[in-house]
């Protein structure tokens, strides 16, 4: 799970602008609010209900897009890697609320978890250009903070 959600959430920023990625990245709170009640016998309020409908329809504004055909298939794609990268961040949230229940610890689980995924994103350092680390661009960074 954690290792898909970075892995989705890497490529979805190869393939659409980063506010699209960010924005259904982010997008866990709404799969949350649907797997909660089954995996986690959780009830779920009202008001929250009127949280999803927003969030479905800032989604369907995004994806709206894509008939007027503002958007590629390489960002089509990317949103949609978004959108997985959320479940599989939902996913892992329901997998940390149930870790204690089962005798594990979180802080180890989540060690280990982000060893296996420093691990297996290291390589795909190959994908920003070696030149990027120009005086120019440190300025920039500086001057950001």
Known sequence: MALGNDLAYFFAIKLTSVANASLTHNMESVFLLLLTPALLKEKTKNSEWGSFWFSLLGLF??????????????????????????LFLALLFIFYRLLPQQGL??????????????????PMLTAVPANWLTPDNIQ?????Y
Do not use: Q
């Open 140 to 144: 920039i960074l500086k001057n950001s």
């Open 105 to 122: 610890n979180v802080i180890t689980i989540n060690f280990w978890r982000h060893l296996l995924s420093s691990a297996v994103m290291i």
């Open 61 to 86: 504004i995004l994806y709206g897009g894509i008939r007027l055909g503002e958007y590629r298939l390489k960002d089509i794609l990317g949103i949609s890697l978004g959108l997985l990268s959320a």
